[in-house]
């Protein structure tokens, strides 16, 4: 459905005082959606987005439940291995055996 342009305009008016919460409304069908929040008489409203208007989650039919998205997990990188081979001293028994006094 189409909006017309004065719905429009006031439709973009209250999702520009309205703030994308963490989580996502799970309707009865299966999709997730965005929950938005805004203040109205000092008490924040959770609604959805639907059909070029907003529903309050709580009284929308098909709202099952909310569900908090997570954080995607960076992976750590690998520690870099130091290369702790030190050549043996020039006075080892082994040097000495190899190469011989100098």
Not at 28 to 57: A, L, M, W
Not at 66 to 88: L, Y
Request: hydrophobic share 35%.
């Amino acid at each position: 459905m189409a909006l017309r342009g004065a719905d429009a305009w006031d439709f973009l008016n209250l999702k520009k005082q309205m703030v994308e919460a963490d989580h996502l409304a799970v309707l009865s069908d299966g999709r997730k959606v965005p929950v938005f929040i805004y203040s109205n008489g000092g008490q924040q409203q959770y609604c959805i987005e639907g059909e070029g208007c907003f529903h309050e989650t709580q009284k929308y039919s098909g709202f099952v439940r909310f569900e908090k998205i997570s954080e995607p997990i960076a992976e750590v990188p690998a520690p870099a291995q130091k290369d702790n081979w030190t050549p043996p001293a020039r006075n080892s028994a082994s040097w000495l055996k190899k190469y011989g006094a100098r």
